[in-house]
T-cell receptor, first 117, second 113 residues
């Protein structure tokens, strides 16, 4: 089954304690991206990656890091979390080539709800 | 750079009635326009897209959307709403065929039995 898997789904942590949210996709997609969803603000892009070892900032990258060492994985790292990073986080992936079923749309994970105390 | 507006936070419609969720956008170059739906406690799911061709595009679950270039709109429609259509709907233009998306704030659709 084609899917994007995020872990953990729920996490409560304290200010300053480093954490990593993992994201893995099994569709051989080139493109992967992280978003945060906050009430009234929709989804805002944090970082994205066009392929292995290629990452770039989105609209709200401050306080986050990412890496893309393998095509399937795109972890989101919060080196020193703060309460304003309390949010619902989504990882998404898509193919950059239009070949039949690969039509450019994003496939989303189920989300990771993070609370920073 | 692209931007998007969904002017209604909430849309209420009776089951069986037609529904419209509005979206206007601004993009540089050719617009690539997407609609996504988010059910409670779930990730977003692709509904439909406009890339080129016919202005009326059809998607999943009986939804369709009409691209209007002169009004820069891409409204989501369905002829007959179901209670199960109740969800949060996002319009998302993209600047380059599925690369940098911008998501609107979302419109919550409530279909009343």
């Amino acid at each position: 089954e084609a899917q994007v898997t995020q872990n953990p789904r729920y996490l409560i942590t304290v200010t300053g304690k480093k954490l990593t949210v993992t994201c893995s996709q099994n569709m051989n997609h080139e493109y992967m991206s992280w978003y945060r969803q906050d009430p009234g603000l929709g989804l805002r892009q944090i970082y994205y990656s066009m392929n292995v070892e290629v990452t770039d900032k989105g609209d709200v990258p401050e306080g986050y890091k990412v890496s893309r060492k393998e095509k399937r994985n795109f972890p989101l790292i919060l080196e020193s979390p703060s309460p304003n990073q309390t949010s619902l986080y989504f990882c998404a992936s898509s193919s950059l080539r239009s070949t039949g079923l690969n039509t450019g749309e994003l496939f989303f994970g189920e989300g990771s709800r993070l609370t920073v105390l | 750079a692209q931007s998007v507006a969904q002017p209604e936070d909430q849309v209420n419609v009776a089951e069986g009635n037609p529904l419209t969720v509005k979206c206007t956008y601004s993009v540089s170059g050719n617009p690539y326009l997407f609609w996504y739906v988010q059910y409670p406690n779930r990730g977003l799911q692709f509904l439909l897209k406009y890339i080129t061709g016919d202005n009326l595009v059809k998607g999943s679950y009986g939804f369709e959307a009409e691209f209007n270039k002169s009004q820069t709109s891409f409204h989501l429609k369905k002829p007959s709403a179901l209670v199960s259509d109740s969800a949060l709907y996002f319009c998302a233009p993209s600047d380059n065929y599925g690369q940098n998306f911008v998501f609107g704030p979302g419109t919550r659709l409530s279909v009343l039995p």
